[in-house]
């Protein structure tokens, strides 16, 4: 067992990196109209999902991207304070 308190402000900003590209691989996603193609019955409906799709990935896209800055400055504060609280406890850290 470690007696000291540590965290990773680069760890986390990784972590947020990968998360945000693993959802711009997601929603880079190119939806095709099949009505163009093939007027066959329902193909007029699978068109009519795409816009409601593509809205629905932008907006997590959003909420991710906050997420991942949240994480960014959560962990930023939280490697400030550990800095601080090992100075002042044990004289030690940056």
């Keep these: 067992m470690s007696d000291t308190v540590s965290s990773s402000a ?3 900003s990784e972590l947020a990196q990968d ?3 693993a959802l711009d691989n997601y929603t880079s996603y190119n939806f095709l109209s099949i ?3 093939n007027a066959a019955c329902g193909s007029a409906v699978h068109d009519s ?3 409601g799709i593509r809205e629905a990935l932008r907006a ?3 909420l991710i991207d906050s997420d991942a800055s949240a ?3 959560a962990a930023a504060s939280v490697d400030g304070l550990d800095a601080r609280i090992a ?3 044990m004289g030690v850290g940056g």
């Design 10 to 12: 680069q760890d986390a």
């Design 19 to 21: 998360i945000k590209e």
């Design 71 to 73: 994480i960014k400055k």
């Design 35 to 37: 009505g163009k193609y």
């Design 49 to 51: 999902f795409k816009g």
């Design 60 to 62: 997590w896209k959003d």
């Design 87 to 89: 100075r002042g406890l």
